[in-house]
């Protein structure tokens, strides 16, 4: 299966500035994902990253807060923008590990990325 | 829309025990489900995927069962060690599109 490549590990930023997370796959994968996983809570997908097209959005996350970058197939950035406390959470990315068919998809994630706002 | 229950929220047992973690989702259209373990503050591990089609599948100390028209998973550890102490999180692949319905996870403490 893939391996990704996640950072930073862990940050604390100021309230009102931006952090940009990377992850880096070890082979070309179409979909990236971007999930949160609040304090106590579990994931919740962020959005859907094809390279050379806009991301999909889920409800209740909008680009301009969390812009997402697909350069090529195996590279993607997600940026928190305009941090409040809020946003601490961790973050993680993950790829489709498309293994004959649908059924037997699994998923792969990053280390995540511990993000606390102060 | 999915929703996935895991039971017990948090569990706490001596080394050497035999326990099972549960895992129950409200709709049975799924491609597969698969459990994750997830250390503090880090990313997820995949241990087990189970297709729509399989009953069970085992790992190690590992073995998850699938019962899909009943909407239930069970992830049976086996002599429980310290080192399985994690969050552990089940999550389905709904039918229809790529994306991953997730529990809250149980929170498993094994003391020496």
């Known amino acids: 299966s893939a391996v990704i490549s996640q950072k930073p590990s862990r940050d604390i930023c100021q309230r009102g500035t931006s952090l940009t997370i990377q992850c880096q796959v070890d082979s070309q994968v179409t979909m990236m994902f971007w999930y949160r996983q609040q304090p106590g809570q579990s994931l919740t997908l962020i959005a859907t990253?094809?390279?050379?097209?806009?991301?999909?959005?889920e409800s209740g996350f909008v680009i301009d807060k969390f812009p997402i970058s697909r350069p090529n197939l195996t590279f993607s950035t997600l940026t928190v923008s305009n941090m409040s406390p809020e946003d601490s959470s961790i973050y993680l990315c993950?790829?489709?590990?498309?293994?004959?068919?649908?059924?037997?998809?699994?998923?792969?994630f990053g280390s995540g990325t511990r993000l606390t706002v102060v | 829309k999915q929703e996935v229950t895991q039971i017990p929220a948090a569990l706490s047992v001596p080394e050497g025990e035999n326990l099972v973690l549960n895992c129950s989702f409200t709709d049975s259209a799924i491609y597969n489900l698969q459990w994750f373990r997830q250390d503090p503050g880090k990313g997820l591990t995949s241990l087990l995927l189970i297709q729509s089609s399989q009953r069970e599948q085992t790992s190690g100390r590992l073995n998850a069962s699938l019962d899909k028209s009943s909407g239930r998973s069970t992830l049976y550890i086996a002599a429980s060690q310290p080192g399985d102490s994690a969050t552990y999180l089940c999550?389905?692949?709904?039918?229809?599109?790529?994306?991953?319905?997730f529990g809250k996870g149980t929170m498993l403490l094994v003391s020496p």
């Open positions: 999550a389905v692949l709904n039918s229809g599109y790529s994306t991953l319905t």
């Open positions: 993950s790829v489709e590990a498309r293994t004959g068919t649908r059924s037997n998809y699994g998923y792969t």
């Open positions: 990253a094809n390279q050379g097209s806009e991301a999909t959005y």
